[in-house]
């Protein structure tokens, strides 16, 4: 008696549906998409370069991150 206890065909992205009607393939797209619109937007500032570092300390000002 070899029977599966989940067939593969259950557990298949493209066939399994979550919220809204979307299957859970479309659903990893949007958020990976909406993951990488994310992180875009807050992208941290550029680093100083180290001579405008040691100035800013130099002159007394605190060195912005």
Known sequence: MSTLK???DEHD???LK???GLT???IHAA???SLAR???AVAP???QPWWRRVW???LGRRASP
């Open 6 to 8: 989940n067939p593969p």
């Open 13 to 15: 992205p493209d066939k």
């Open 18 to 20: 979550g919220p809204g």
């Open 24 to 26: 859970m393939r479309e």
């Open 31 to 33: 958020t990976r998409q």
């Open 38 to 40: 994310d992180r875009a």
């Open 45 to 47: 500032p550029p680093p």
């Open 56 to 58: 800013q300390r130099l």
